[in-house]
Nanobody, 123 residues
Framework: VQLQASGGGLVRAGSSLRLSCAAS????????WGWFRQAPGKEREFVAS??????WTSYADSVKGRFTISNSKNMAFLQMNSLKPEDTAAYYC???????????????????WGQGTLVTVSS
């Protein structure tokens, strides 16, 4: 099973980016998708999660109203608008069985992880 994250880059503050996560090796039925990020010198933190049918989403307060998570079949996406320098981080996608977590906000619950894609936001 592999998760491949892509879409990162260097952008100016106020810009938008769309991250993608493609899964292979199995069908992620009844899986929750999550996005996490880790800034230099900081611990990895929750960004957003979504149920496998998209029935609910959950966001960190720091990105609420600016980021949107979505999913389709074996892919997950993170639309990031109004980017700020403090959004600079490596972004990781992850997947976990719906039976193992409630809202998908705890990174320790996740079974599968992508390799990370770097987002750099300049001021």
């Amino acid at each position: 099973v592999q998760l491949q994250a892509s879409g990162g880059g260097l952008v100016r503050a106020g810009s938008s980016l769309r991250l993608s996560c493609a899964a292979s090796g199995r069908t992620f039925t009844n899986y929750i998708w999550g996005w996490f990020r880790q800034a230099p010198g900081k611990e990895r933190e929750f960004v957003a999660s979504i149920s496998w049918r998209g029935g609910w989403t959950s966001y960190a307060d720091s990105v609420k109203g600016r980021f949107t998570i979505s999913n389709s079949k074996n892919m997950a996406f993170l639309q990031m608008n109004s980017l700020k320098p403090e959004d600079t981080a490596a972004y990781y996608c992850a997947a976990v069985s719906s039976y193992r977590t409630t809202w998908g906000r705890n990174e320790n619950d996740y079974d599968y992880w992508g390799q990370g894609t770097l987002v750099t936001v300049s001021s």
